[in-house]
């Protein structure tokens, strides 16, 4: 792939969707800045299956380049078992390998600046012509498909892993831990499967869930049958110029169904006791791990309790900051950092074994981490959260929520059926009855 591919702006905008609906092939991808997004970046296109990539991120100052940061390298996912397991926690060996790592290398690429409303095609000198002619087709064949009316999704049934009472008697379980001084905070998940009669369309089920709780770093990763359809809020890992960020979320709380039932949501949240003490908890545990990366002295804390508001869910977001000190691969940040601090707890490896012993099942790709990364160094990685996993005819959901000495189980397991809502929704399934039930 060349240093620097050619590049070309398109004459007029394009909405990402139509451009991505009449793209054919089943390795392909969409990092979604969101449905009606006024600022950031978007990008899809097509790739070829290759390994994992392990750039050197080199703290080069590159400026900034009007088609956008990302003009081509990797696109793919991490899962979580796997990293876990390479991070010295046990952890379950009986997983899918696509559910431990699937990377796309990519070297043509459709970018949207939302905020210029400018298109940009980025591909090898040589291929340029054609690739606008290639974006030319999938427009027309995704315009076609914009303009016939959406199939109603199939009515589905979701089979929850552990029912909401057993969901409760876990949260207490990790408040015996705390008590006992095993851990400050611990990242409790589940799971809920849904199969079909037939395969699955994932594109469908992304613009359904696109729809409902569009999300800044939403995403769709296709390669075979197996895809992942996310909106999720989360930004793990941005790396640019030398410089990575991080921004874990704890603390969340439903929308509300006015401006004025939100309000009191939001200052519910910002006023908590135990979010704003499970959000400093990993707060801390990220500036532990970019320090073992980073030049000493660089880490900082770059904002603290900000809340930020999606169609679904408000939450409590903040951002740790540091340079990466010279000759740092891309494994050896992962290595620092991944699985993340806001889906374990603390401390990381003591959480992570005491999760294995409570969820006693594999969490797949669900709590893992997906985006992109090119040569050069630049990324920019998203968790996996509100998401669905989709093999066939075959999809999961996981969900999960930071438990604290102050956690309340009847709470956390509304706020599990909250964040599983909108994914289960969008798969045509909805939640199981009696975790419907939970919902505040």
């Known amino acids: 792939m060349p240093e620097k591919p050619a590049r070309r702006r398109l004459e007029a905008w394009v909405d990402p969707a139509v451009v991505f609906g009449g793209i054919p092939d089943d390795a392909a991808f969409w990092l979604d800045a969101g449905p009606d997004a006024a600022d950031g970046w978007s990008w899809l296109g097509t790739g070829v299956a290759a390994a994992v990539p392990d750039p050197f991120l080199d703290g080069a100052v590159r400026g900034t380049d009007p088609a956008g940061p990302f003009r081509g390298g990797w696109v793919g996912w991490f899962g979580y078992d796997a990293a876990a397991r390479a991070a010295g926690a046990p952890a379950r060996s009986d997983v899918d390998a696509d559910d431990d790592a ?9 970018a949207f600046d939302h905020a210029a409303r400018d298109v940009w095609l980025s591909a090898p000198e040589d ?8 974006v030319a087709a999938w427009c027309e064949a995704g315009a076609a498909r914009a303009a016939a009316p959406p199939a109603s999704p199939a009515v589905l049934t979701a089979t929850a892993r552990v029912d909401p009472d057993a969901y409760g008697r876990l949260v207490e379980d990790c ?5 006992r001084g095993d851990a400050y905070q611990l990242c409790l998940t589940t799971r809920f499967d849904v199969a079909a009669d037939a395969a699955l369309d994932p594109l469908a089920v992304f613009f359904r869930l696109r729809a409902t709780a569009g999300s800044h770093h939403g995403g769709f990763i296709r390669s075979g049958a197996r895809a992942l359809v996310s909106a999720s809020p989360e930004r793990f890992l941005q790396l640019a110029d030398g410089v990575v960020r991080t921004s874990p979320i704890k603390g969340t709380r439903p929308r509300g169904s006015d401006d004025r039932a939100d309000a009191r ?3 519910e949240l910002v006023s908590s006791p135990k979010e704003r003490a499970e959000n400093v908890m990993i707060v801390d545990l990220m500036r532990n791990d970019l320090q073992r990366v980073c030049d000493p002295g660089s880490v900082v804390v770059e904002r603290l309790f900000a809340v930020e508001s999606y169609p679904t869910v408000h939450q409590l977001v903040s951002t740790v900051a540091g340079r990466l000190r010279d000759g740092i691969r891309f494994s050896d940040l992962l290595a620092a950092t991944f699985p993340a601090g806001s889906m374990t707890g603390a401390p990381k490896l003591s959480a992570m074994t005491i999760l294995h012993g409570l969820e006693r099942a594999p969490r797949g790709l669900f709590a893992g981490c997906f985006g992109w990364i090119d040569a050069g160094g630049r990324g920019d990685l998203a968790m996996v959260i509100r998401s669905i996993v989709i093999d066939g005819a075959r999809a999961y959901v996981g969900a999960g929520g930071g438990i604290t000495w102050g956690s309340e189980p009847d709470a956390e397991v509304a706020e599990v059926a909250v964040k599983a809502r909108a994914p289960l929704d969008a798969l045509g ?5 009696r975790w419907r039930e939970r919902v505040r």
Request: proline residues 7%; glycine residues 4%; hydrophobic residues 55%.
């Open 175 to 179: 408040r015996a831990a705390i008590r």
């Open 127 to 134: 291929e340029i012509d054609e690739f606008e002619r290639t």
């Open 102 to 110: 699937l990377w796309l290398r990519v070297d043509r690429v459709v």
């Open 429 to 433: 399934a909805g939640l199981p009855p």
């Open 265 to 267: 949501l939001i200052a």
